[in-house]
């Protein structure tokens, strides 16, 4: 499937912004939905909308068969050994927030280290804050190099037989960085500790296999890479899972409720109280099955060419600034000399364009950055080399704009 193929599913992008083709370019926020995606969750409100597990009648029966479905077809993305360790939250937020409470806090005392890095979302860093605060335990940070990369032998200096948990972004959201997860963890293991890895931005684009990388818990969000808002993955060893205690109590994961105690259900099920969500969870398995028949090492190549141009395009335009390293993932962070990122995103959204400005929900990196914030463009399997250079016309557009010479 090509490029001008994969946009015809995506309705959105075939519309006019202020009077301009839209060119999306904010992926990293949140991803288009493809039509397989809108249809299916069309369906199931459409044709089978119930609650699940409980009920035994036809449409209770065909929405469990689908939720479950979805969970199979994310154990299948990701290589997990079961289902069973594949719990659906809200998204990476709520995935992360559930290891940091329920694992960090029962396992974390004085003395521990929580092993993390500059380059982390906030959802990655303030649960590990919060933890370290009520159990005593110390953050740490790994140093990062002058691209925005991690060194193994700090990696190695960092981690201690004190440290507990390592907690690492898979993708830096802002730089772009790919992190040697598989090394990462060899090192937390063998001094005892486990690792959390935030993979809201590398499940989109890449293939991941959670056995090979030996992690112990990862989290993703559904919206990201095609699927509906609402929705994300937990995936935890099993036996990690089992000696933890659910943070949210209620219906669905429960087994036996007395006046003065209640006893749990099973994985992955203890950690899903309440009604779930049913249509994020069948939508996100038709968003799967979409990426799986594109083919995610088609759309890591597709990305990386994507990525490659746009750095080399950008670099010839005269004070503008890109940060991270050359190898990255499908984004590229910048800033244009004098003139403010809102302004420029401001600018670029006259122009038909849709970038990220801010901090990015990334404030430590922007400090070790030395700005306040940054402009982002963010590419996916629908963009083009054309888009690229559209982009690169409203910058200079945007320099000429603010008085820059060019």
């Not at 122009?351 to 400090?367: F, N």
């Amino acid at each position: 499937m090509n490029v001008k193929e994969i946009r015809k599913l995506f309705p959105i992008l075939d519309q006019e912004v202020n009077g301009k083709p839209l060119v999306y370019l904010d992926n990293a926020a949140t991803s288009q939905k493809p039509l397989p995606v809108i249809e299916a969750l069309d369906q199931y409100y459409r044709q089978y909308n119930s609650n699940v597990h409980r009920g035994v009648h036809t449409l209770g029966t065909k929405a469990t068969d689908a939720y479950e479905g979805a969970r199979e077809k994310v154990r299948r993305f990701i290589n997990a050994k079961s289902t069973q360790e594949i719990i659906f939250t809200r998204g990476t937020t709520a995935a992360l927030n559930i290891v940091a409470a329920s694992y960090g806090r029962a396992n974390l005392q004085e003395g521990d280290e929580i092993v993390i890095t500059y380059m982390e979302h906030h959802s990655n860093l303030i649960p590990w804050q919060q933890a370290a605060k009520q159990t005593g335990a110390t953050l740490k940070y790994i140093p990062l190099q002058a691209d925005g990369t991690i060194d193994i032998k700090d990696v190695e200096a960092t981690v201690t037989a004190n440290t507990k948990i390592v907690a690492v972004a898979h993708v830096s959201n802002v730089l772009g960085t790919i992190n040697p997860i598989k090394d990462i963890a060899r090192i937390a293991h063998q001094h005892g500790a486990v690792v959390v890895v935030d993979a809201a931005q590398s499940a989109p684009h890449m293939k991941i296999d959670v056995q090979d990388l030996d992690c112990d818990f990862l989290a993703f969000s559904g919206h990201k890479m095609c699927g509906p808002t609402g929705i994300g993955v937990l995936y935890g060893k099993r036996d990690l899972l089992e000696r933890m205690e659910p943070v949210e109590f209620g219906g669905e994961m429960i087994d036996f409720v007395e006046l003065y105690d209640s006893t749990w259900k099973e994985l992955p099920w203890k950690f899903e109280g309440g009604t779930p969500i049913i249509a994020g969870a069948i939508g996100l398995g038709a968003a799967i099955d979409f990426l799986e028949d594109v083919g995610l090492d088609h759309i890591a190549a597709h990305e990386h060419e994507l990525a490659q141009y746009a750095l080399e395009r950008m670099s010839a335009i005269d004070g503008l600034t890109i940060y991270g390293p050359k190898q990255r993932g499908g984004l590229v962070t910048f800033n244009i000399d004098g003139v403010h990122p809102h302004d420029v995103a401001t600018v670029l959204d006259a122009e038909g364009i849709a970038v990220r400005a801010g901090h990015h929900c990334a404030q430590p990196l922007m400090k070790w950055l030395n700005v306040t914030a940054t402009a982002r463009a963010s590419f996916y399997l629908y963009n083009t080399k054309e888009e690229i250079d559209q982009l690169v016309v409203a910058l200079q557009k945007t320099k000429e704009y603010f008085g820059h010479v060019f």
